[in-house]
């Protein structure tokens, strides 16, 4: 893992330690730039909606950064990307389960001016680290993000789903 961070470039701060320095790889320049701090949290305590805003990129009907609030409290676990200097959270993941066997991961999105710096990544390490001991974690994704999934030992499988788009927004 850190060696990832070294190569990509950021730093980043896990529960409050600083652990890596590494540039910005948005434009693949490899020379440091200013970097971006992300502090990781497991707990909603203290984020407020106002924290929320720009998920859910491309949904007709989004939640509300109040509703997101909801969801994320209300979900069994949680790992939030925070940036250190906005204060803002730029990215997420969340799971229920039933603490017994099985989990399945709801949902996870980085904010687009913070992709492709490691962030997802580390969401999903982190989720899979809480989730560790559990027969089964699933998840849905498109077809794209399934080598995404594959870097941590998950492995593609068929699956159902129901969508009700009245309920999108969640309220
Ligand atoms: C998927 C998502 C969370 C990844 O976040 P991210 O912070 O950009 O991911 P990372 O920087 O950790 O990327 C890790 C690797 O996955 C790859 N990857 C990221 N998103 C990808 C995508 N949509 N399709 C294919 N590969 C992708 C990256 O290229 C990177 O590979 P690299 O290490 O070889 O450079 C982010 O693109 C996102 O929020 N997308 C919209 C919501 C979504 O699709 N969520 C997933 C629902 S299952």
Redesign the pocket.
């Known amino acids: 893992m850190t060696s990832?961070l070294v190569e990509?470039g950021c730093i980043l701060y896990c529960h409050g330690a600083r652990h890596d320095i590494y540039p910005n790889?948005a434009t693949g320049q490899k020379q440091p730039t200013p970097g971006i701090m992300i502090l990781y949290r497991d707990s909603t305590a203290g984020i407020t909606a106002e924290q929320l805003q720009g998920f859910f990129?491309?949904w007709p009907n989004p939640p509300s950064p109040e509703t997101h609030l909801k969801l994320l409290a209300n979900s069994d676990k949680v790992v939030l990307a925070i940036d250190e200097e906005s204060g803002k959270v730029v990215?997420f993941i969340t799971a229920i389960t039933d603490g017994v066997l099985s989990a399945y991961?709801s949902?996870?999105?980085?904010?687009?001016a913070?992709?492709?710096?490691?962030?997802?990544?580390?969401?999903?390490r982190r989720m899979l680290e809480k989730l560790a001991g559990l027969y089964a974690v699933d998840?849905?994704?498109?077809p794209?993000?399934q080598?995404?999934?594959e870097?941590f030992g998950m492995r593609r499988a068929s699956g159902m789903s129901l969508r009700n788009y009245l309920f999108q927004s969640g309220s």
């Open positions: 990832y990509k790889p990129e491309g990215g991961i949902f996870l999105e980085v904010l687009p913070y992709r492709g710096r490691g962030i997802g990544r580390e969401l999903v998840l849905l994704c498109d794209d993000l080598p995404f999934y870097r």
